[in-house]
């Protein structure tokens, strides 16, 4: 309870498949989480605003490839009243996501965001993709709290194959990562985990990367295949070495999740909807057992939510604010935790910010193919 887990055990754990190794982790996990953020589960309400995207990214439905697609933008009041929506239900933070929409501009968003600041006591996360440092600055002038940019891989050949540049200007999301922290906002970032031609050790890696930049909050997920995309269609072949792929499942996004809470134990980390969209039944609270500590209801009317399709299927597409906040407050209660109130940012507690925490090391004990000799020293 003390070093810091190495990048080769995070590695050993990404492979481990002992259901009672596997076990500790969940719990040492759950322990980190509940001694270093708590009980709470913060809300977060989703507001999807606009579906336009600039990007051709070989992942995502929304990407300007696919043209069948209906695009839409949210107005301003309609972005207030879901703001609103997110104020009734006792929600603290209130996040505006969408493609990289060139009609998002630089005012138009900061008089958003000053109009929810005046208008509720929600605060703001923003999510619209690699904007301009200009654009950034303003918003964050306007008053907005937090951004959300997902670095998605640290393997930066594979980024490259699957995130192409937009007008010739290759993405640099850690530098983003790095302004945004400067500007002073909270910065979130993550992965999806599973994409074709990403290794184990490429995950080890991602989750690393999240220690070294300090992250406020980390969005882990499971890629899932859209049809309408390169990656979907298999136009893009990567070939990682055999057997190294690591699979789009939700056992490993929950190893993912639970060696981040290690490695980032202060972390806000949601226990994300395409983790519900893989598991719709429990899904969402196996995230929020094995490390997870933020959920994010989905606040987008009704009728935008099936256009906001990044990949097929997606949980609670059909459900209204309403219902989905019943739906996650029941869930959240059934597995003992209570909701958070207030914005629920980071609680960096003084001096504790180098905490991190060991995991037991799997590279260090004896293995058999059915049994494993467990050393609790590192328990
Ligand atoms: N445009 C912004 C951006 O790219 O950062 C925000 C919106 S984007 C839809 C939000 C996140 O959706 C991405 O960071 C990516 O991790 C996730 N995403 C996109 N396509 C996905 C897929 N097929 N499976 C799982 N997650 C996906
Ligand atoms: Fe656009 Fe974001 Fe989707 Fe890429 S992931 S196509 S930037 S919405």
Redesign the pocket.
Known sequence: MSTPPSQMEILSWLREEDPQRLEQLWRRADEVRRTHVGDEVHLRGLVEISNY?A?Q?A????RAGNGPLERYRMTVEEILGSARQAVAFGYGTVVL????DAGLTRDWIAGVVRRIKAETPLAVTL???ERADEDLAAWREAGADRY???F?TSDQRLFALIHPPLHDVPSDRVAILRRLKALGYEAGS???VGLPGQSYESVARDIDLFRDLDLDMIGI??????PA?PLGQGKIPPTPAQGDQVPATEGIVYKAVALTRLVCPEANIPSTT?LATINQRNGRELGLRRGANVVMPNLTPVPYRRLYE??PAKACITETGDACNGCLQVRIRSIGRRLGRGPGGRGKRPGSEAKTVRPPNPATQTTTAHTRVVSTASL
């Open positions: 995207c990007r990214c992942y995502c439905g929304l996501q969408g493609g990289e999510s619209l993709g959300l940019l997902r998605e993550g992965i999806m997920g499971p890629f899932i295949s859209h995309t395409a990044i990949y």
